[in-house]
């Protein structure tokens, strides 16, 4: 046993466990050679009149699905409708661009969980204690 970071192995092992995973499963069989096949970035970004970073979200699609990584707004910018503008064009581009039918996302709960809820996210899991003292909640929203 070893415990080094080692890149080229984690790269052969992320490629030999996808290869197990889409023989296991019909369903990531069917994506293969698809456009749906690869994670795809999608960002929105908002600009103050300066051209200034106001706001952004960070994340991709895959397999139908948008996958919400990062959304932030400037603290002098929140409670604008920022953040409600961001989610609204991710969402809107994942579905229209890219065929997603759902999305996804991550957030602590002394982040946003109840932003996402008014949104029509609903929490599907929670992890207490990640990190220590704070509960990370997973959200899911059907999209269209």
């Keep these: 046993m070893e415990t080094e ?3 080229e192995r984690s790269q052969l092992l992320r490629s030999r466990l996808r ?5 296991a499963s019909p369903v990531l069989r069917s994506l293969r050679g698809t ?6 970035p999608l960002h929105v970004w908002a600009l103050d009149p300066a051209g200034t ?9 895959w397999a ?6 990062y959304l932030w707004v400037e603290e002098r910018y929140r409670g604008a409708g920022i953040g409600s503008r961001l ?12 065929g ?3 999305a996804r996302l991550e957030t602590w709960d002394f982040q946003a969980p109840g932003f ?4 029509g996210y609903e929490v599907v899991g929670v992890v207490p204690d990640y990190p220590p003292g704070v509960m990370e909640y997973t959200l899911t929203k059907r999209l269209g």
Excluded: F, I, M
Excluded at 116 to 119: D, G, L, Q, S
């Design 53 to 61: 970073l106001a706001g952004g979200l960070v994340g991709h699609t």
């Design 64 to 69: 139908t699905w948008l996958h919400v990584t």
């Design 100 to 102: 997603c039918r759902n």
């Design 87 to 98: 989610l609204s064009q991710a969402e809107r581009v994942a579905a229209a661009r890219h």
């Design 116 to 119: 996402y809820k008014r949104h």
């Design 19 to 23: 290869e197990a995973d889409t023989s």
């Design 5 to 7: 970071v080692d890149k």
């Design 35 to 40: 456009p749906g096949e690869r994670e795809t």
